[in-house]
């Protein structure tokens, strides 16, 4: 069936393509088969207008019936089952951080032996931001202060306002939070107001709701926030690295191990274990052990050790399917079930290492911080156990892999700059957006949805963005799609940057020339999914700079194929930060269109930053175009009043 194939070829990945086609009729049961199966899917559901908040539900809003069995009407549905969104992504990146935060702790404490303090610049960056005084003190009572506020700010239930967040962003900012009323506490006390609030019988307003969604997102911006900073003073900040991407990266002779989640603190022991057994992986017949990643955890260890990247969320199952790895190792988050039952039909073990994920059927090596690198080895030790088992006759590898150059903390972009700029970096990029050289800053971020083509609005939206001279910078799965296609290497400049790019990246490459190994690549890599919160920090230096809050600033997100819970509470802190946020999945939301009126409008008259949902990637380029020309429009109007009348024609605040 002519037919059949076109919808189940959904991606644009070569790699992926080559594996869906040999398995045309095989029988795999992957994604790409899971989503033709689903079609028709509720159209309720997609609207968001589905309640079963109670289970007097489910309740469905149609024209016979505009209310739920309690008169919950669709208005209060959408922005409650929004909230509850929110929730399941604050909760999954508030876990992550304090995963980090308790491993800093037991750090301090001494009860982490494998862990140490790798990074004390940072140590003493992110205490100079917080506001921790590092005078006479060692490393450790410095990393324990910060810890401590860190556990406040997870914990605090006096209603003091979160101490985090007030450090990290700009005053002006935390006025507007406060004005509103939605400036986070502590996470916990957050999530569990907000968990309450949507319970049947509480909330029924709408323009309440939603602000609690806010509350929620900044939340979850203080999660991320803490999980990059001490992950980046427990392994190291990013610096430019170079490695490479996509299913190519497998190696027949080698042992294969994939790491996929998004804990750092898991996946930088297994690589650290896989260099020190490459004795046992040669005894066993191999000629070592490669690692490789999937989803956010890749990106960590990609930013970190240059270790490659296998490929994104949606073809995690695709990977097995090469019959080439031997071992997927798993933590948190953004892990299929799907993959165990292909794994069987392979000699590939599933390994889950969290008392939060397990998968009937897989192996489960619980992960002990205490004795971090005996469980590590435990899980090389599985992967070598497969190797042996490994039928060659069943092993197929797309011979495809790009170049990437990655490693872009905000750290390392202000290196760059400095070498231009020594006194004031961040204003080697606020010039080039003055001056018209760049339209903008874009962040390209979030995961894949089977609901689009995989990967392509990622490297379509790209383009038409570096074609028209956007700076672009990129995380999560987004970042993998740039690495797999060749996007993240100088090549990719020649093929698709605008003279203004060109020119921009240009002069970064010469005065960095005695210290880049590689030219600087098109998309500037920036880490995982938390690591959002990089992107956010270089938009508040740009605000700082520029003297304006951060709506005024020509910078723009995208999630051009969000999935996630955790895309969604991001989207809507970045909103709430200031920023317009292309979205290329329609979330469930237009089904009240009070609340999507809300979300696309009247968000940017409180906060400046707004939602655009554009499905098409070319329209949506033009979108995140028009919304960053009409930020620089606007700035150069108000630089030519302030020259022309001497006035403070540019205030600061939104
Ligand atoms: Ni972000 Fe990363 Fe990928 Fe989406 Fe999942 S891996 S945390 S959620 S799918 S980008
Ligand atoms: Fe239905 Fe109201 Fe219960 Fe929701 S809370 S399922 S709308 S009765």
Redesign the pocket.
Known sequence: MADKKKDRNRSVDPAVLEILARTEDSGFDTAYDRFLKMQPQCNFGEQGIC????I????RITKKADK???G?TAYT?VARNLVRHELGGCTAHADHGLHATLLAKEVVEGRAPDYQIKDTDKLYAVAKRIGVSTEGKDDKAIFKELVDIALEDFSRLDGEDSKWLSKVIIPERIEKFKDCNILPSSIHRTIAGAMAQTH?GMDADPVNLVFKSLEVSLADYIGEHIATSLSDVLFGTPKPVVSEANMGVLDPDYINIAVHGHNPILSEMIVQAARDMKGEAEAAGAKGIKCMGICCTGNEILMRQGVPILTNFASQELAIMTGAVDAMVVDIQCIMPGIQAVSECFHTRIVTTSTSVKIPSAYHIEFDEERAMEKAREVIQIAIGAYKERNKDKVSIPQIKNKVVAGFSVEALLDLFAAINPERPIKVLTDAIESGELRGVCLLAGCNNLKRIHDQNHSTIAQELARNNVLLVATGCAAQTYAKFGMLNSDAVEKYAGDGLKAFLNRLNEANKDKLTEKLPLVFHMGSCVDNSRAYDLMTYMAEEMQVDTPKVPYAASAPEAMSEKAIAIGSWAVSLGMPVHVGVVPPIPGSPLVDGIARQIAQDVYGGYFIWETDPEESAKKILAALDERTWKLKVHKMAKEQYETEAISKTW
């Open positions: 309640c079963h908040v109670c007097q539900g489910p309740c739920g069995i309690c919950a549905i049947m």
